[in-house]
């Protein structure tokens, strides 16, 4: 099991350092971060919503009849979430470290989901492996710089949101790598489809909930261009070429559910 290990989780440590790379890209300039945590917020609301729309939604109906159900299961628990932690932590408002609870944990839901995908295709065939972890890959940048924004918007010192946005999307990519290698040869493609689907709609609700609320706050022109610049570069991340690969997630996800198309490490 060690050696069927290595090449998911190199892949899952790559993943940790390019987001890594986000945080660190935030994190250099925190006390300009924080001045301008609403405009992140915006930017990053809309990177999140366009890369879920145009990644993660479509993988999931492409992996599972349950999709639309999970999709808008994921949505309304992100929203029963948020509902428990404001009524656990009554005090907590926008600038509350309660508030960034919801937020984050669906990212490191997320990140968590991205390394049990790396474990099973890369169970199924090496090359379908690359190619996969190579399209999740491209995403992973961003993450870290949401979470990060989300952190410091509600409060977090500069040195308290690095580690915990750290943790939230980077530390669990690897996780995901770890937790899911002794089972992950039974996962079949619905699974991962019916996975994908509550991510979703967890970041679907992140999206279009918590990280849309500097809408009241900034001036309209700021807002407008910040949410704009999130979707531009969330487009320009999904249409580069990695991502003609992306049939190979499915396709090994297929292959997967049959024992007898699982080839370990094999090309």
Do not use: C
């Not at 890209?25 to 971060?33: E, F, L």
């Not at 930017?43 to 599972?64: D, K, N, Q, R, Y």
């Not at 710089?145 to 980077?170: D, E, K, P």
């Amino acid at each position: 099991m060690l050696q069927s290990m290595q090449a998911p989780l190199f892949f899952g440590l790559i993943a940790a350092f390019v987001t890594t790379i986000g945080l660190i890209a935030v994190a250099a300039r925190g006390d300009w971060s924080a001045r301008h945590s609403g405009l992140f917020a915006l930017a990053a609301g809309g990177m999140l919503v366009t890369l879920s729309i145009l990644h993660i939604t479509p993988e999931a109906f492409a992996l599972s009849p349950h999709a639309p159900g999970l999709i808008l299961s994921g949505f309304l628990g992100g929203l029963l979430m948020s509902f428990l932690v404001r009524v656990i932590f009554p005090e907590g408002g926008e600038e509350s470290h309660a508030a960034a609870a919801t937020p984050v944990l669906a990212i490191a839901l997320h990140s968590f989901i991205d390394g049990i995908v790396y474990s099973v295709t890369f169970a199924a065939s090496f090359s379908s492996g690359v190619y996969a972890a190579t399209s999740l890959l491209l995403h992973k940048f961003p993450e870290g710089v949401i979470a990060f924004a989300i952190l410091r918007r509600h409060g977090f010192a500069n040195r308290q949101a690095f580690l915990l946005a750290f943790l939230a999307a980077a530390a669990t990519t690897p996780l995901g790598v770890i937790a899911s290698a002794p089972f992950m040869y039974g996962l079949g493609s619905e699974t991962i489809g019916n996975l994908f689907a509550i991510s979703a709609g967890l970041l679907l609700y992140v999206a279009t909930g918590p990280l849309m609320e500097p809408l009241k706050e900034e001036p309209p022109l700021r807002s407008f261009l910040s949410l704009g610049a999130g979707v531009a570069i969330a487009v320009a991340i999904a249409s580069l070429p990695f991502h003609r690969h992306s049939h190979a997630l499915n396709e090994t996800l297929f292959h997967n559910h049959d024992p007898a198309h699982i080839h370990p490490l094999s090309d």
